[in-house]
């Protein structure tokens, strides 16, 4: 089976990874990244290659954005995929995908989004040409269940859930070094970006009274006048943690927390399947999808309030053993339940090549 993957390819846990997946179960993937058209840089801070080329790729109009149009074109040609996997394909305009599926009528054209396109919040620029072309594609992949119903609104009965994962190469459990327990040992732990949803009040409760924690990801600037005084002075400057340090701020922890974007409308994270995955304590918001996934206070800990938030933390802290426990129970939920990349690759495949009469459960 050949795929062609078209995305950003701004940042490797997505496009990228999801390739390497796909290649595991014995597919030849090529690769139709778009975002080094705009800028250069890493996943954390791109710097475009000039105000033009920043406000193409803003707005999604212009020369570099219909030269992206013609050489998808052409390497469909070139390629000959069987399944062209548009993954997060906002760049790509509505009269690509008809004259794709003009000229190549064999051809699967199959949408996954891992933002939520159908947000009340969302960016109606970056999300336009998605929307004009949502009934032309073949397949629909989602992350989150609403958007199952989303689709539904629109007369789309072909949409199958894809949940996240963890990426075995990636999330996996490591020893922390002297240095590195300096640097990363925490009672609590929350790696994620700033988001207006309550996550900074919850903080503020676990830090004011006295509870130990480190705090990692993006956007924290935005709200930078709350870390202005104590206790929560202590916690800045907020940076982002990747790859190996993202493991070890993880593992370094006693317990770790989990947000759910209100924006995207989550009801789950990739976090919870990468921090079970590191055998570390996953401590969530509650929701019903989870508590489908998790056995509760058996392989995940929720709160439903800043509260129980608290009370569950020191709780916990003072009962290592069980905490532990936890975390082993999850990683073994995650591992038997096949909650990686791989297993989710060989899914996607499976529901591709199978006749299929809509939506899955």
Not at 165 to 180: F, I, K, N, Q, R
Request: aromatic share 14%.
């Amino acid at each position: 089976m050949r795929v062609l993957i078209v995305g950003s390819y701004q940042g490797p846990w997505y496009q990228e990874y999801f390739g390497r997946a796909l290649r595991e179960n014995s597919c030849e993937v090529i690769d139709f990244p778009w975002m080094s058209r705009f800028c250069v840089g890493d996943v954390i801070k791109n710097h475009h290659h000039s105000r033009s080329a920043w406000f193409q790729n803003r707005f999604i109009v212009g020369p570099l954005i219909n030269k992206l149009q013609s050489d998808l074109l052409e390497k469909i040609s070139e390629t000959s995929p069987e399944i062209i996997l548009f993954f997060a394909g906002t760049h790509i305009k509505a009269r690509t995908i008809k004259e794709i599926k003009k000229k190549y009528p064999d051809k699967i054209l199959v949408s996954y989004n891992n933002d939520d396109p159908f947000s009340p919040h969302v960016d109606y620029w970056l999300w336009r040409h998605f929307h004009r072309a949502v009934g032309l594609f073949d397949l629909h992949f989602v992350y989150r269940h609403v958007n199952l119903e989303d689709l539904k609104k629109k007369g789309i009965d072909k949409a199958f859930l894809l949940r996240s994962y963890y990426c075995p190469w990636d999330d996996y459990p490591v020893e922390l070094s002297a240095v590195d327990r300096e640097k990363f040992e925490s009672d609590v732990v929350f790696v994620g970006h700033y988001e207006r949803d309550g996550r900074l009040e919850a903080l503020r409760h676990l830090k004011e009274r006295g509870v130990d924690i480190h705090l990692h990801g993006g956007g924290w600037n935005k709200v930078r006048r709350e870390f202005q005084r104590p206790p929560m002075s202590k916690l800045w400057p907020v940076q982002n943690v990747l790859n190996e340090d993202y493991r070890k701020a993880i593992c370094g922890a006693k317990i770790c927390l989990n947000f759910l974007s209100k924006l995207n409308r989550d009801t789950y994270t990739r976090r919870c399947f990468q921090i079970p995955a590191m055998k570390s304590l996953l401590m969530s918001e509650y929701t019903q999808d989870l508590a489908s996934l998790f056995k509760e206070d058996e392989e995940i800990v929720f709160f439903r309030s800043n509260d129980e938030l608290l009370e569950k933390c020191r709780y916990y802290l003072d009962n290592p053993d069980a905490c532990k426990k936890i975390a082993l129970a999850g990683y073994e939920r995650v591992f038997s339940d096949g909650g990686d990349i791989i297993s989710r690759g060989r899914e996607f495949l499976e529901i591709c090549s199978a006749p299929h009469d809509g939506q899955n459960p």
